[in-house]
């Protein structure tokens, strides 16, 4: 018995599966969600059936019921033994191995990438200002060490001790270097350099967006003397390739910034140095812009639509809207 064979038997036993035309409505067993389930030919409208085109769950249970109600015979589940969830075997020595090496091999790379930085012109007069590369290595060294600065001291010793540093740096100074927007630029710059060595592998993209939590706190009083006290937090938004993961461009905004306008200088910025195909989104990127923007690459928008959308928009609107309408 597989896994999807024995939830179809719990789904078709203490499930309420009803009928609505030519339709069952199979309820999830995770959420209140229900899905549409029909059976000639085999579709569901969950995630695992979209994924694999292959009978899932809901359509199982939605079989034995048919049988149970005097319909059509239910594919034979050989229920004599319990499914066995696959183990995979894990090569401990190399595991080990990498873990030992990680943050050494993790300052090898970043300092290689720092290397590279422009450097502005020395000042003619008074103290030499920290190389760009130091700095930038000093601040994104502290974000992966997840230490507090007066902690994270003693790694900075390390680092110059290493030449991955080309002078001891005080461990307060790396506030000061978070806090330089003239920094932002480099950083985001640094991320798309990650991304090339796959540019002639990488052709589908997806945006999406996450937060990040900040020291600050904010405050507001819902009711009379009732404060309330949340940690504030900001949007990043990211634009990653689908095979390899990798992230090619990045922004980071106020926590109430929208998706869609973003999504513009996303693009732009991976269209330089990739071939883009496809891009896949969710319904929070759909607007005219950005079907154009897309299509002015020559890649394919995967974005859907809002279910109060029509195309009374015209334009290269109606005509997407027709095609992800007959594609459903």
């Known amino acids: 018995m597989e896994g999807r064979e024995l939830k179809a038997l719990q789904i078709a036993a203490y499930a309420r599966i009803t009928r609505d035309d030519d339709y069952w409505i199979v309820p999830s067993q995770s959420s209140s969600r229900k899905y549409r389930v029909h059976l000639d030919p085999d579709t569901c409208t969950c995630d695992d059936f979209e994924l694999r085109q292959q009978p899932c769950k809901h359509i199982l249970a939605a079989k034995i019921i048919r049988e149970r109600d005097g319909g059509e015979p239910a594919p034979v589940i050989d229920d004599a033994e319990p499914p066995k969830k696959k183990t995979y075997k894990q090569n401990w020595p190399a595991y080990k191995q990498a873990q030992n090496e990680e943050k050494?091999?993790?300052?090898?790379?970043?300092?290689?990438?720092?290397?590279?930085?422009?450097?502005?012109?020395?000042?003619?007069?008074?103290r030499p200002p920290v190389p760009v590369s130091d700095m930038v290595f000093a601040s994104v060294f502290k974000v992966y060490s997840t230490l507090s600065a007066l902690r994270f001291g003693t790694d900075l010793d390390a680092a110059y001790e290493e030449d991955f540093l080309s002078r001891?740096?005080?461990?307060?100074s790396i506030a000061a270097y978070l806090e330089n927007e003239a920094l932002t630029p480099i950083l985001q710059q640094l991320i798309t350099v990650t991304s090339l060595p796959f540019r002639e592998i990488e052709t589908k993209f997806a945006p999406d967006s996450s937060g990040f939590s900040v020291s600050r706190f904010e405050r507001w009083y819902e009711h009379k003397y009732c404060e309330k006290k949340m940690r504030d937090w900001v949007k990043v938004h990211i634009i990653t390739g689908t095979q390899t993961h990798i992230v090619t461009a990045c922004e980071i905004h106020d926590k109430n910034a929208n998706d869609s306008p973003i999504y513009r200088s996303l693009l732009a910025t991976t269209a330089r140095h990739f071939k883009i195909e496809e891009v896949a989104a969710d319904l929070g990127y759909i607007s005219v812009e950005n079907l154009e923007v897309t299509i002015n690459e020559l890649a394919y928008p995967y974005i859907p639509f809002k279910s109060n959308a029509t195309d009374a928009k015209g334009g290269i609107w109606a005509e997407m809207f027709h095609i992800l309408l007959l594609a459903s």
């Open 168 to 172: 001891r740096l005080h461990a307060n």
């Open 104 to 126: 050494w091999r993790f300052q090898k790379l970043l300092h290689d990438l720092c290397s590279g930085l422009d450097e502005p012109r020395p000042k003619k007069r008074g």
